[in-house]
């Protein structure tokens, strides 16, 4: 069973970085579509961000140019470089493959200040 742990989370002031992690357990990571999806409070889960196993990488509107997402599939990990973070990214973060195939990991909280 593969598990999913993210990890990186915090407060942020508005304009500030942060770069999440998630690691992955299970031998058959590299065939993936790895993606970022994050819930704020009240809202529904959303998809972020989201890259491709030969390397090409889609955004959501809301974050592009702000937001990427890069793998290493040798360690089994995608993560998620944000800048210039505004509060409305304020949110529980998750990562998971594209279509969902896992069970979702506990998320981090990013939290941005204005």
């Known amino acids: 069973q593969v598990q999913l742990v993210e990890s990186g989370g915090g407060l942020v002031q508005a304009g500030g970085s942060v770069r999440l992690s998630c690691a992955a357990s299970g031998s058959t990571f590299s065939a993936y579509t790895w993606a970022w999806y994050r819930q704020a409070p009240g809202k529904q889960r959303d998809l972020v961000a989201r890259?491709?196993?030969?390397?090409?990488?889609l955004y959501a509107d809301s974050v592009k140019g702000r937001f990427t997402i890069s793998r290493d599939n040798a360690a089994k990990m995608v993560y998620l470089q944000m800048n210039s973070l505004k509060p409305e990214d304020t949110a529980v973060y998750y990562c998971n493959t594209l279509y969902t195939a896992f069970p979702w990991g506990k998320g981090t909280l990013v939290t941005v200040s204005s």
């Open positions: 890259i491709f196993n030969e390397g090409t990488r």
